[in-house]
Structures are given as structure tokens and as C-alpha cells.
């Protein structure tokens, strides 16, 4: 089966709500006009229930089949955007500066909402959809709030699958693989507490700068000495904060940083050889060193039977060739993981073409994606659901 024919009718339409949501995006929880717009359309659409609130700011949509049965199956899009400011001028670029939808949550949103008014109008299925929209993925958590809020208890949902738009992964192809396909996503904090003076004279203070230079270094050493070379691990001091003036060394210093892992039994060795680093610097220049690990998102782990299931479904849409089953794994993170923690399901990468990549100022959703991942949708529930 390809594109779904009355998807590919409306999606003109779906395009616009996209770009409307890019011209207005919202951080985190605070995406409370994104998720007004999902919720009046999903009631527009003639959905069975449309239940707000769930997760703080979370939307879910019921769509019941035209049959009866009682597997409910859920659907989940993203809504939220970045602290970005928009690199290129487009008619629909975004209203509010220094935010942007940098990562296509509103394309995600656009086409699980195509799927949903097409889903009903047809009703070609038996069961229940359970259309979810959930905000705050960007490092909020947001699944996890709905989950905590019995997401999946108070509509019985006994699969989740999620999607992904890819950047580079050509228009018109699908990307996944079984077990691992996102890292887990953990943040640390490291202040550095020495003896600030004058710059003149370095002798007489505890240098905070200089220890905390040697920790970015030492850091690397985790992974390039400690990590078995078949493993994957990724250490990243992505901030380094100290001093105010050219003459005076400070006091204090503060690293703030990422790790990447995608096995436990790496994440425990990666957070305990940063603690003996952090002890064994305070111990050798006299300072106070305190380490802040704080773990985040967990894998992203696909499992078989799903991964197995949406694989057809993607190559229903669009041909076998265009679905690449051993799509590599990627060291970003997704906090889908917590859904696929709670019930089976599958994640999948969905082309967006050449354009910039994920996070970068000059990305945008191509809109020529909309009809492909919206037909997926489609076409999970219709077969996963037969009438």
C-alpha cells in the first residue's frame, strides 16, 4: 500500500497547521497554546474522548473503531520546541524570539493529528487509537509525567510506538532497528571550590580555572581508557563557567556536562570513574570538588515483535527497498524510553531529506514527510486493529 489516498488529499491542510505551529513554539510544559490547538481539532475530528492535562500540559485523543475490541493501541507525537533563535527567514518562521522548533515536533504533531482526523472519519479498525501528544521532551520529561499520571493504565494501552523525523535519511524512507536505537541521556555538575587572588600571584591561591581545565581533560580519559573499545560512551563538558575580570583568579568554577550510554553496566563504570577523578584532583591540589550526577533518560529500546511489526507497516508505505532495518543507533537521547519501558512497542525514523541537521538554527520539517508518516499511523492502527 502507499501513501494513504485521502491523506494525501488533505495534506495540504496538515501542512498548514505545521507551519502555524512552527511560527508559534513553546518550551517544555509551557506548551499550553500548542496543545489548546491539538485539543479543538482532535474534538473537531469527532474523537470518542479528548482528555487534557495529563502530564501538566499533555492532550490525549480516543478514536474508537467501528467494531468492537479491547486492544487500545497508542500513538505519540512530541509538541514541544527549543531556546533557539531561528537562523533562516521562512513566511511561517517563529513569532516568539529566541525559540524555535528545531527539531520537528511540529511536524511530529501535524501528522499524528493527519492521522487522527483520517482514523475519525474511517473508523476502519476495531479496538480503540489512543492518539497522545505529549510536551516537555526536550530534557522535561514529559513522558515520564504522563505515564505517572496513568497515561497508560486509565486508557489501557497495550502498545506504544513512537516516531522521529531524520534529517539526511532520504524523503520517502524509514529507518529502525530492534533492541537499543536511542542512549541513555545523563547530565553532571562540577563545582570547583579553591582559593581565588590575584592573578599575579597564582602561588598564593587555589587555582579553580586551572583545576577545572585539568577535569576537562582527565574526563576524556573515561572513555579513551576505561571503556571497552566495543562499548559505546560519550563524555561531554558542554559548559565551563570562572572568573569575571582579567586580573583576578576565582574563587570558584563550574563544569556542566553530558553522558551517553547505551548499557548499564558502562553508565555505572562512567559515573563511578568520574567520582575517583573529581576525588582524586580535590586530594592533589588542595580543593574542594563536588560532582552533582544526575541520571536522565533511559535507553531507547525497541522491542522485537513491534519492531518486527511496524517494520511491515513502514514497508506497506513505502516499498521494502525504503526501509532500512539495521538503521544505526544514535547517541541522542528520547524519552519515548520511558513509554517503551512501560508497555512493548517501537520506534522509528521517519526521512526528512537534506536539511539541516537536528538542533542546528537553519533546520526545518519538510512538509513532503507529512502524508508518509501520517499513512504509517494509518496504517498501524487499520492492521494492528483489524476491523
Not at 527549543?82 to 528545531?102: D, K
Not at 497495550?158 to 532520504?170: A, R, T
Not at 525514523?349 to 526545518?364: K, Q, S
Request: contains cysteine; hydrophobic residues 40%; charged residues 20%.
Amino acid at each position: 500500500m502507499p501513501v494513504n489516498n485521502r491523506i494525501a488529499h488533505f495534506a495540504e491542510e496538515v501542512a498548514e497547521w505545521r507551519r502555524d505551529f512552527h511560527a508559534h513554539p513553546e518550551l517544555l510544559y509551557e506548551v499550553h497554546r500548542t496543545a489548546g490547538v491539538v485539543a479543538d481539532r482532535l474534538r473537531s475530528f469527532g474523537c470518542d474522548e479528548v482528555v487534557t492535562g495529563i502530564g501538566r500540559t499533555g492532550v490525549v485523543g480516543v478514536i474508537k473503531g467501528r467494531s468492537p475490541g479491547s486492544r487500545a493501541i497508542g500513538l505519540r507525537a512530541d509538541m514541544d520546541a527549543l531556546p533557539i533563535l531561528e537562523g533562516v527567514s521562512r513566511p511561517y518562521s517563529s513569532v516568539t524570539s529566541g525559540l524555535m522548533h528545531a527539531c520537528g515536533h511540529d511536524g511530529h504533531t501535524a501528522m499524528l493529528l493527519g492521522a487522527a482526523k483520517y482514523l475519525a472519519e474511517t473508523r476502519n479498525f476495531s479496538g480503540s487509537a489512543i492518539i497522545i501528544f505529549q510536551p516537555a521532551e526536550e530534557g522535561g520529561g514529559g513522558g515520564k509525567a504522563m505515564i505517572d499520571d496513568g497515561l497508560m493504565q486509565r486508557f489501557d494501552i497495550s502498545e506504544v510506538y513512537g516516531m522521529h523525523n531524520k534529517p539526511g535519511l532520504p524523503i520517502g524512507e524509514f529507518g529502525v532497528r530492534t533492541g537499543p536505537t536511542m542512549a541513555a541521556a545523563d547530565r553532571f555538575e562540577i563545582r570547583i571550590v579553591g582559593r581565588g587572588g590575584h592573578a599575579a600571584m597564582p602561588h598564593a591561591t587555589i587555582d579553580a580555572v586551572y583545576i577545572a581545565s585539568q577535569l576537562v581533560i582527565a574526563l576524556q580519559a573515561i572513555v579513551a581508557r576505561n571503556v571497552d573499545p566495543l562499548e559505546s560512551a560519550v563524555v561531554s563538558t558542554t559548559m565551563f563557567r570562572a572568573g569575571e575580570t582579567f586580573n583576578v583568579l576565582p574563587q570558584e568554577a563550574l563544569l556542566r556536562g553530558t553522558v551517553r550510554t547505551f548499557n548499564p553496566a558502562i553508565q555505572d563504570l562512567v559515573e563511578r570513574r568520574m567520582q575517583a577523578i573529581v576525588d582524586a584532583t580535590a586530594a592533589m591540589h588542595e580543593a574542594t570538588i563536588l560532582l552533582d550526577y544526575d541520571r536522565g533518560y533511559p535507553v531507547t529500546r525497541n522491542h522485537e515483535a513491534q519492531t518486527a511489526f511496524a517494520t511491515e507497516i513502514a514497508r506497506q508505505v513505502v516499498g521494502a527497498d525504503h526501509v532500512d532495518t539495521d538503521y544505526p543507533p544514535t547517541m541522542g537521547a528520547e524519552d519515548f524510553s520511558y513509554m517503551l519501558k512501560e508497555r512493548p512497542g517501537c520506534f522509528i525514523f521517519v526521512g526528512n531529506g537534506e536539511t539541516a541537521g537536528l538542533h542546528h538554527p537553519d533546520y526545518d520539517f519538510d512538509d513532503a514527510a507529512i502524508p508518509i508518516g501520517a499513512s504509517y499511523w494509518a496504517k498501524l492502527i487499520e492492521t494492528a486493529l483489524p476491523a
